[in-house]
């Protein structure tokens, strides 16, 4: 079966930096559009940013407009995160999603924490 798999999550002080990846656990085809969720305790699940097939197409919920951006390499089925100017409300647990020709996949997630 098919994983997404989240990496580069961790702790950072207010203001620092992380970059997130995330890459399938084998390789798979006909992937579309990707995406990163995420959940702080508490709350839903939650669009943070979403990247079309080529790359040349990004959307972004607006409390990271500026500060995060989403990337892939097709030919490594990898997705990125640049995550800049972190903010405690930054802190959640962050999801790799994607979709293909048959089906969605999710990644487990990997837990951001900002803080002092």
């Known amino acids: 079966q098919v994983q997404l798999v989240e990496s580069g999550g961790g702790l950072v002080q207010p203001g620092g930096s992380l970059r997130l990846s995330c890459a399938p656990s084998r390789t798979f085809f006909s992937i579309q559009t990707m995406a990163w969720y995420r959940q702080a305790p508490g709350k839903q699940r939650e669009l943070v940013a979403q990247?079309?097939?080529?790359?040349?197409?990004?959307t972004y919920a607006d409390p990271v407009k500026g500060r995060f951006t989403i990337s892939r390499d097709n030919a490594k089925n990898t997705l990125y995160l640049q995550m800049n100017s972190l903010k405690p409300e930054d802190t959640a647990v962050y999801y790799c999603?994607?979709?293909?020709?048959?089906?969605?996949?999710w990644g487990r997630g990997t837990q951001v924490t900002v803080s002092s």
């Open positions: 999603w994607a979709l293909t020709v048959v089906s969605t996949y």
């Open positions: 990247i079309g097939t080529s790359g040349g197409t990004t």
